[in-house]
């Protein structure tokens, strides 16, 4: 059995924009990280991104803590989100990272664990899913990056607020996941627990009239530097302070 914790995190939304945020996070990578077995990122890391060209004091200093973990042999996997899908190769190489497909199934102590950003889950909203389709595309990628710097930020920021603008609109329903997807997604990947982050409702919810019974943890988003994490530690996984 392990004897370190693993870590598992998400929606940190990271930026110039929230000092607070990377403090905790430099915090959290110096106190609790640096013992760890291992850090798991599910998306959202940042608020933004826009190419790997970012030069910004968080994108330095995130890098930095994240290569730190790297020289003491804590390994970090890193799934992209709906706001940091573009973090490519070079940052994830430079940060010492190792990518992560989304959906992954992981195991712990011979116990297998589907993880996920969330938001493939939120199949409601066909809106979204047509969005999410589209802007995966590599060309279109290629196509985005390829663009001057301060064009992909002007483009990026208005993409955001009609993405806020939007979602203030929609039902707390259409947002959240499908219940039926996410049991589809247990049978498919035959898994009795799932750990997601993206709707931002950090919970424990547990299914016992489903057979067989499965567990489904909701990661939180971090918010005035403070969060609920999630950690595996003997056997079990918990949300703890950050």
């Avoid at 392990?2 to 990578?29: Q, V, W």
């Avoid at 603008?165 to 799932?194: A, C, F, H, P, R």
């Amino acid at each position: 059995m392990l004897t370190k914790p693993i870590y598992i995190i998400s929606d940190l939304h990271l930026g110039d924009g929230h000092p607070e945020l990377l403090e905790a996070f430099e915090r959290f990578i110096d106190i609790k990280a640096r013992n760890a077995h291992a850090l798991y990122i599910l998306g959202d890391l940042f608020e933004a991104w826009v190419g790997d060209d970012d030069e910004s004091l968080t994108a330095k200093r995130v890098c930095e803590r994240l290569k730190s973990l790297a020289e003491l042999g804590v390994p970090v996997f890193y799934m992209h989100g709906n706001r940091d899908f573009l973090v490519g190769k070079s940052y994830i190489k430079q940060a010492c990272m190792h990518s992560l497909p989304d959906p992954s199934v992981v195991t712990f102590d011979g116990h297998d664990i589907l993880m996920s950003h969330g938001d493939l889950l939120c199949t409601h909203d066909i809106p979204y899913q047509r969005y999410r389709w589209l802007v995966h595309r590599s060309w279109l990628q290629a196509l985005f990056l390829a663009l001057p710097r301060s064009f992909r930020d002007k483009l990026g920021n208005k993409i955001r607020m009609k993405s806020q603008e939007q979602g203030s609109k929609k039902t707390m329903n259409l947002m959240d996941v499908d219940e039926e997807t996410v049991t589809k997604w247990l049978k498919q990947y035959q898994v009795y627990t799932i750990v997601h982050g993206h709707t931002h409702k950090p919970f424990k919810h547990f299914y016992p009239m489903s057979h067989p019974p499965f567990t489904r943890f909701v990661l939180g988003a971090w918010e005035n530097g403070q969060a609920r994490i999630l950690c595996y530690q003997r056997g079990e996984l918990a949300f703890v302070d950050l």
